[in-house]
């Protein structure tokens, strides 16, 4: 459904130096630079699949976004979504996808939101029949009737993220870009947008392409992720595969019975690097980090178990948010590709 291939995009920035000499010359001769917003940036998605699509700020998801979506054109590459390029015949190419951006509305402010969906109606060419039904769908999974006929200006963020979202997805689009749909939502909102998304994609098998800074989103919408750093491919795989390659660093807490025992004196039992353990201690209470591929569990726990006298302990392994901190901050190319 979804083909990207060698994505680049570059832009011109002009430098401006300091004081009004540097303005004259910035409008008269000015001096520019070239930067790589995305960079051989590859992945597909096929139909019905929802795709997570990180990067911390600054990667460069947003441009591919909205290269995908025919905002912008690659400088070099080139994308087809359904067969089509985005940029080639965007009026037909827009009918068959929806795009919600967290940070900015598609709602007529001023009016009612039941006239919002009138409009859009109109815009999308929806039939009478086909819109009364498509709206009877969005009403039922995003529960829209309760604030259906208030100003969109009055509307709470969680209501006016669930009306953005019906009204991407009002003229049935083959496949949903979501941009931050949950940013700034309390856990309750969050939590009903997540089941609808699911249940969008279920029932009508909308292909779902899903940027997010909320680790929750990933683990409980994506079997699949795509990762970029600096405009460029870090990892293209499963988040099982994820957890597999870079879930080596555990996570130990115990309580001693002995008070004396300190932190510098628990580090001195081992011969780890500095990335490879961390320890805080509240009192005798301790949190370890550890990278099991340097020092086993079971070797981590025998060492623990012999230095002191252990009151209770617990392992757990790293989580994805731990995860997906440590793949940005190392910026290594993807260990797993899909085709």
Known sequence: MIEAEHLRKDFKKIIKEPGLKGSFKALFRPKKEIVVAADDVSFQVPKGEILGFLGPNGAGKSTVIKMLTGILTP???????????????????????????????????????????????????????QFRSRMAFLNEVLELDSFITSPVRTLSLGQRMR?????SMLHNPKVLFLDEPTIGLDVVVKDHIRHAIMKINREEQTTVILTTHDIND????????????????????????????????REMIFETADPSLTKEKFCQQFSLKKHQLSVKQDKTRFKVRFDSTAMPVGEMLNRTLSLTRVKDISVKDADVEEIIRRLYQQGEEPHEKNS
Not at 163 to 167: N, P, R
């Open 75 to 129: 400088t070099s590459g080139q994308c087809r979504i359904n067969g089509q390029i985005p940029q080639d015949n965007r009026k037909k190419y827009v009918r068959e996808i929806g795009v919600v951006f967290g940070q900015r509305t598609q709602l007529w402010w001023d009016l009612p939101l039941r006239e919002t969906f009138s409009v859009l109606k109109e815009i999308y060419e929806v039939e009478e029949s």
């Open 218 to 249: 990933i683990e409980l919408l994506c079997d699949r992720i795509v990762m970029i750093d600096h405009g460029r491919n870090v990892y293209d795989g499963s988040l099982q595969k994820l957890k597999e390659n870079y879930g080596q660093m």
């Open 163 to 167: 009306a953005d979202i019906a009204a």
